[in-house]
């Protein structure tokens, strides 16, 4: 699908990864009167996203299932599983076919979990299609990072018995000033975008575990960014050079720089005896955490 072989050394992946950071710090949460009312992002929404799920930036070395030809969007259940809850981090790099609604956003996140199927869980004003028969609910909240501010909306999809993703249909009434009640439905080609972002998260989430990834923890934000050993070598590579102004500012763009700087070098790193330790690097406030490839919690 990504023709991108490392992101890293895309020339905007410093300022994408920075502004997720920053982002997790926003305050301001742009009401979206778009949206039905107990589905439009709050600021302890997202703040109980985020203590929920950190956001998994993909690698750019991943490949994932395109639509069928028909346009179904099938999930290889079977193979590849369906992750229980997480959240992917989305640009324009890491996923070339994404779409957003808000033209205006730098990147998207979308977090997601399963949830049961009565009413209790789904509200009232989420309509079901009947065909294909859904057996598994998820909820989705999609939050636009934008530059003054985050806007973000809920929504719904359901999986097929053979792993097709289905959005749910929005139905909001308003009443008119002659005192009609008029019927909104989410327009097609939102629900088939829903549906997309969804197929797309499902299968970054389930593909994660065959990954390596590393997490960086500032404060109270962290981001995941998926890697390869590579990144991995370039990690111990910048624990060892001096900081700049900028990297005590952010030290994951210290971590992004030694990187390229280490390719273009040809240096090589021994990284074995520090995969058999905690494998947790520390740089100037920042918690670099490397995770192997393994068995992903967020399946079950």
Same mark, same amino acid.
């Given at each position: 699908?990504?023709?991108?072989?490392?992101?890293?050394?895309?020339?905007?992946?410093?300022?994408?990864?920075?502004?997720?950071?920053?982002?997790?710090?926003?305050?301001?949460?742009?009401?979206?009167?778009?949206? *039905?009312?107990?589905?439009?992002?709050?600021?302890?929404?997202?703040?109980?996203?985020?203590?929920?799920?950190?956001? *998994?930036?993909?690698?750019?070395?991943?490949?994932?299932?395109?639509?069928?030809?028909?346009?179904?969007?099938?999930?290889?259940?079977?193979?590849?599983?369906?992750?229980?809850?997480?959240?992917?981090?989305?640009?324009?790099?890491?996923?070339?076919? @994404?779409?957003?609604?808000?033209?205006?956003? *730098?990147?998207?996140?979308?977090?997601?979990?399963?949830?049961?199927?009565?009413?209790?869980? @789904?509200?009232?004003?989420?309509?079901?299609?009947?065909?294909?028969?859904?057996?598994?609910?998820?909820?989705?909240?999609?939050?636009?990072?934008?530059?003054?501010?985050?806007?973000?909306?809920?929504?719904?999809?359901?999986?097929?018995?053979?792993?097709?993703?289905?959005?749910?249909?929005?139905?909001?009434?308003?009443?008119?000033?002659?005192?009609?009640?008029?019927?909104? *439905?989410?327009?097609?080609?939102?629900?088939? @975008?829903?549906?997309?972002?969804?197929?797309?998260?499902?299968?970054? @989430?389930?593909?994660?575990?065959?990954?390596?990834?590393?997490?960086?923890?500032?404060?109270?934000?962290?981001?995941?960014?998926?890697?390869?050993?590579?990144?991995?070598?370039?990690?111990?590579?910048?624990?060892?050079?001096?900081?700049?102004?900028?990297?005590?500012?952010?030290?994951?763009?210290?971590?992004?720089?030694?990187?390229?700087?280490?390719?273009?070098?040809?240096?090589?790193?021994?990284?074995?005896?520090?995969?058999?330790?905690?494998?947790?690097?520390?740089?100037?406030?920042?918690?670099?955490?490397?995770?192997?490839?393994?068995?992903?919690?967020?399946?079950?």
């Amino acid at each position: 699908m990504n023709e991108i072989s490392d992101l890293w050394t895309n020339e905007e992946f410093e300022d994408f990864v920075v502004r997720g950071i920053v982002s997790q710090y926003e305050t301001k949460i742009k009401k979206n009167r778009g949206a *039905y009312p107990s589905d439009r992002l709050k600021e302890e929404k997202f703040r109980s996203l985020l203590s929920r799920d950190t956001p *998994y930036v993909p690698s750019g070395t991943r490949d994932i299932l395109a639509p069928a030809d028909d346009g179904r969007l099938l999930i290889d259940i079977v193979n590849d599983g369906v992750p229980s809850r997480g959240c992917v981090f989305f640009n324009s790099d890491n996923c070339p076919e @994404i779409k957003r609604v808000s033209k205006s956003s *730098y990147a998207t996140m979308f977090f997601f979990k399963r949830i049961d199927s009565g009413s209790r869980h @789904i509200p009232k004003h989420w309509i079901r299609f009947d065909e294909p028969i859904q057996k598994n609910f998820f909820e989705f909240w999609q939050v636009d990072c934008q530059r003054e501010a985050v806007e973000g909306e809920r929504f719904f999809v359901g999986l097929s018995h053979d792993g097709e993703v289905v959005p749910l249909k929005g139905r909001a009434v308003f009443q008119s000033g002659y005192g009609q009640n008029i019927e909104i *439905y989410t327009p097609h080609n939102q629900l088939l @975008i829903n549906a997309l972002n969804a197929f797309h998260a499902f299968q970054f @989430i389930a593909d994660k575990r065959f990954c390596w990834s590393i997490t960086a923890r500032e404060q109270q934000a962290s981001i995941e960014l998926g890697c390869t050993r590579e990144e991995v070598k370039s990690l111990l590579y910048a624990r060892s050079l001096p900081v700049t102004d900028s990297g005590r500012k952010r030290p994951i763009l210290h971590l992004v720089r030694a990187h390229k700087r280490r390719l273009k070098s040809g240096i090589e790193v021994d990284i074995e005896p520090f995969l058999r330790g905690e494998r947790i690097v520390e740089i100037n406030g920042t918690t670099f955490i490397v995770n192997p490839p393994e068995k992903n919690a967020a399946f079950g």
